[in-house]
Structures are given as structure tokens and as C-alpha cells.
Nanobody, 127 residues
């Protein structure tokens, strides 16, 4: 059983930056594709970004492309989401998730593939 823990959320002004991190204290993430999803108040959870198990390939939602960067460091057993040029509409609870069965070194974006989830980290973009 893999337990994921997110950190790095908080309050940031529009146009600012924030970095979310995700790690596991109960297992290695080296063979897992990792993803970030978010859920804003009153809305359904949506895909944000995913990175392949090797860290060499990434996939982004159109709404964050060019502003967010996902990365994975297998030596540190972490996945990160660097968020820049933040907008009020980026306000949400962000969830880290792990996909243990990705058949190729390419990240999938559908939430049903992600078996393990973190508890969520709140990001608020407001002046």
C-alpha cells in the first residue's frame, strides 16, 4: 500500500508561484506514473498534469499548459508541480496520485488509472 503525502499549498497572489511536492513514506514511486488533479469548490475533480514513471514525459491540461511544470525525482522519491502565473481560477484542492499500471513510459490522464491518492493540499490564489 502506497501512502502519498502532499506539501506546499497555501495562499498566493495572482501572478505568483507555488510549488507542490508529493512523496511516499510507505513505498517507492520509481515505477509509478504520477499525476496531479484538482477540485475547485462546487466543481468536479479535473486532471492537471501527469509525468511518466521515468520522469521523461509529461502531459498537461490545456488550462495549465505553459504555466505549470510537473517533474519526478526517483532518487528522492518525490513528484512535484511547479505552478507559475497563478490565476484565481487555479484555486482548488490539489491531489497527488500514483498510477502503478501504466503500460508504457507515457503518462495517462484519466483518474481511474490512478490507484493511490494523497489527502489533498489547498491552493488559494487571491489578492
Amino acid at each position: 500500500q502506497v501512502q502519498l503525502v502532499e506539501s506546499g499549498g497555501g495562499l498566493v497572489q495572482p501572478g505568483g508561484s507555488l510549488r507542490l511536492s508529493c512523496t511516499s513514506s510507505t513505498g517507492t514511486l520509481g515505477s509509478y506514473s504520477m499525476g496531479w488533479f484538482r477540485q475547485a469548490p462546487g466543481k468536479e475533480r479535473e486532471f492537471v498534469a501527469a509525468v511518466s514513471w521515468s520522469g521523461n514525459h509529461a502531459n498537461y491540461a490545456d488550462s495549465v499548459k505553459g504555466r505549470f511544470t510537473i517533474s519526478k525525482d526517483n532518487t528522492l522519491n518525490t513528484a512535484s508541480l511547479q505552478m507559475s502565473s497563478l490565476k484565481p481560477e487555479d484555486t482548488a484542492v490539489y491531489y497527488c496520485a500514483a498510477d502503478p499500471t501504466s503500460p508504457e513510459d507515457w503518462p495517462r490522464s484519466y483518474s481511474q488509472y490512478f490507484e493511490y491518492w494523497g489527502q489533498g493540499s489547498l491552493v488559494t490564489v487571491s489578492s
